[in-house]
């Protein structure tokens, strides 16, 4: 499922509380953008066009809530960038934040604990 920048910004503020009505979608996102109410209703209904949320009816307005776990979207976006950059493979992805001096001694603590779980669960 292709979710852009703007609907994941909507999804996130739905995997964090939901169900939630459009005016307080507006509330949680104006933290971090200045959309107006039909700029989130747009974003909400292209999600529940692709499945990602659903809608239930409550009075006169809707409420809605994530269908997509963010566990999942978090799966595809991140098996799809390796497989774009780096043809599937994780060692040149760590080489190249390595090589830039983006890992920190924790990041490398953390990467040789991971190793080390790999290689006794073989």
């Known amino acids: 499922m292709q979710i852009s920048e703007a609907e994941a910004m909507v999804m996130e503020v739905l995997w964090k509380k939901s169900p939630m009505g459009a005016d307080e979608a507006v509330i949680a996102l104006s933290v971090h953008t200045d959309w107006a109410e039909p700029t989130v209703k747009t974003l909400l209904n292209r ?17 809605y809530s994530p269908v997509l776990a963010r566990e999942a979207w978090i799966g595809q976006q ?45």
């Open 47 to 63: 999600l529940l066009n692709k499945g990602a949320i659903q809608a239930e009816k409550e009075g006169r307005r809707y409420l």
């Open 78 to 122: 991140s098996e799809g960038m390796l497989e774009r950059l780096f043809g599937g493979r994780v060692a040149p992805l760590v080489a190249h934040f390595s090589e830039r001096g983006k890992l920190s001694a924790a990041d490398i603590a953390e990467l040789k604990r991971l190793v080390r779980e790999l290689d006794d669960g073989e």
